[in-house]
């Protein structure tokens, strides 16, 4: 076999022991920042069809290249100048973080005659770094969203990462802290707000028990990234 054959097969691999472990009803976004096309198609050929990319000239690059039935979900920090790479194209943002973000997606869906689908993503870890609206901001910014007459964005559920550690009641209890917000939001939003993404490699059967309806799972799939 070369080592291509090789690689192909082992994500084969990983991306069905993942599924299997996936009830129905929860997306698989398949995280393949950093990895090649080689590897992306890979799973593709395995019927995966969402893919996750965290930087936006990356993901723009990828989408020119490979087929263009494959839903692009933007996962990572996103900077108000680099929307112009992803906007004509991307299926979902998780990463919203603040109503100025989420105004200029807006504006530049209108300049493409699109509208896009955003997650906000709420700060549920107790790491410094992670990017996200407190519980409390998240509130007021949702309660907002109508007065906002945001007519390209369409805010359809929420995104959180757990804290990196080994200690599993700290992340259940930050994914179920997530969940819970989640559903006292819901029956204030419209009908779509129904996506809870959350859930990585280390942490995603945690986070399924806990209610979510979307997982982002890389290296898991695809391997270490260098
Ligand atoms: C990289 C990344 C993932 C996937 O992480 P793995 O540990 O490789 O599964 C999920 N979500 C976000 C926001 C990421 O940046």
Redesign the pocket.
């Known amino acids: 076999m070369t080592d291509t054959e090789d690689v192909t097969m082992s994500i084969a691999g990983n991306l069905d022991k993942v599924r299997q472990t996936l009830p129905e009803g929860v997306t698989l ?1 398949a ?1 393949s ?1 950093f990895k090649p096309d080689e590897d992306i198609l890979a799973a593709y050929g395995c019927g995966q069809r969402v893919f ?1 990319e ?1 930087r936006a000239q990356e993901m723009r690059d990828k989408h020119s290249r490979l087929p263009d039935d494959i839903e692009w979900h933007f ?2 920090h996103l900077q108000t100048n680099k929307i112009k790479y992803i906007i004509p194209f991307v299926s979902l943002i ?2 919203i973080d603040s109503l100025h973000l989420l105004g200029e997606v807006d504006s530049q869906a209108a300049h493409h005659g699109r509208t896009v689908d955003c997650l906000l993503q709420v700060h549920i870890s107790q790491e410094e770094t992670k990017f996200g609206f407190t519980y409390d901001e998240c509130r007021e910014a949702l309660r907002s969203l109508p007065g906002l007459h945001l007519e390209h964005v369409r805010v359809v559920g929420l ?1 959180g ?1 757990a804290t990196n550690t080994d200690d599993t009641a700290v992340v259940r209890r930050e994914f179920a802290g997530l969940k819970c917000f989640f559903d006292e939001m819901r029956p204030c939003m419209p009908e779509a707000f129904g996506v809870l993404s959350m859930g ?3 942490d ?1 059967m945690v986070a399924v028990a806990e209610g979510a309806t979307m997982v ?7 391997g270490q ?1 260098a």
């Not at 982002?216 to 695809?222: D, E, K, L, T, Y």
């Open positions: 976004v995280v920042k996750g965290s996962i990572g998780h990463s995104m990462m990585m490699s280390e995603y982002r799972i890389g290296s898991m799939i695809f990234r």
